[in-house]
């Protein structure tokens, strides 16, 4: 059974910081993981998606990486802002047709002004 | 349309009744999902369609929860004689059979009093 945790549960960083948050999952035969954002209150936000082929994936000041063989992913945020603050969520998913993303529980960040 | 529409946003609801939670896809794509979040938790897979079909159901907690799709279209999951558990925010995503992500909506808050 796929297994998916994040670390740190909850982050809180000074503006202008660079972090990185961590996904572990523990079967490597994913096909892609996805990079979540979650603010209070709302629906879920598409932020990275990287294919098992792939290794990283960039948008703006966010990077996010893929290991599949260590069962790792990490979500490289640079230069924090308070509009970062949300629930970081990343999922996996096992197939191509059908099943669902295995989601983490999250990280919860808060960036200081 | 141009995002997954969900309503309604929030549903306050009395223990024991019935509620009908609506999702709207995007136009054209054939693969819908619903997951549930209660506070502070992750998510949780209830049920995938491909098309009106579900072939997987087993999230669905017990069998007062079910839901439909038609036209490969609109989907409802309905919840039947209301428990305070059942309180959480409902989420819909939808993808297109050619993509690899999810687009998810902003959900329904659920309630149960």
């Known amino acids: 059974k796929q297994e998916v945790t994040q670390i740190p549960a909850a982050l809180s960083v000074p503006e202008g910081e660079n972090l990185v948050l961590n996904c572990s999952f523990t079967?490597?035969?994913?096909?892609?993981l996805q990079w979540f954002r979650q603010d209070p209150g709302k629906g879920l936000t598409s932020l990275l998606l990287i294919q098992s082929s792939q290794r990283e994936q960039t948008s703006g000041r966010l990077n996010a990486s893929l290991d599949k063989s260590s069962g790792r992913s990490t979500l490289y945020i640079a230069a924090s802002q308070p509009g970062d603050s949300a629930t970081y969520l990343c999922a996996v998913r096992l197939r191509n047709y059908g099943q669902n993303f295995v989601f983490g529980p999250g990280t919860r960040l808060s960036v200081l002004p | 349309g141009a995002g997954v529409s969900q309503s309604p946003s929030n549903k306050v609801t009395e223990k024991g009744k019935d509620v009908e939670l609506r999702c709207d896809p995007i136009s054209g794509h054939t693969a819908l999902y619903w997951y549930r979040q209660r506070l502070g938790q992750g998510l949780e897979f209830l049920i995938y369609?491909?098309?009106?079909?579900?072939?997987?159901k087993s999230g669905l907690p017990s069998d007062r929860f079910s839901a439909e799709r038609t036209g490969e279209s609109v989907s409802t999951l309905t919840i039947q004689r209301t428990q305070q558990e059942d309180s959480a925010v409902y989420l819909c995503?939808?993808?297109?059979?050619?993509?690899?992500?999810?687009?998810f909506g902003s959900g329904t808050r659920l309630t149960v009093v």
């Open positions: 079967d490597s035969a994913i096909y892609n």
């Open positions: 369609f491909q098309g009106n079909s579900a072939p997987d």
């Open positions: 995503a939808s993808r297109d059979i050619a993509d690899y992500g999810y687009t």
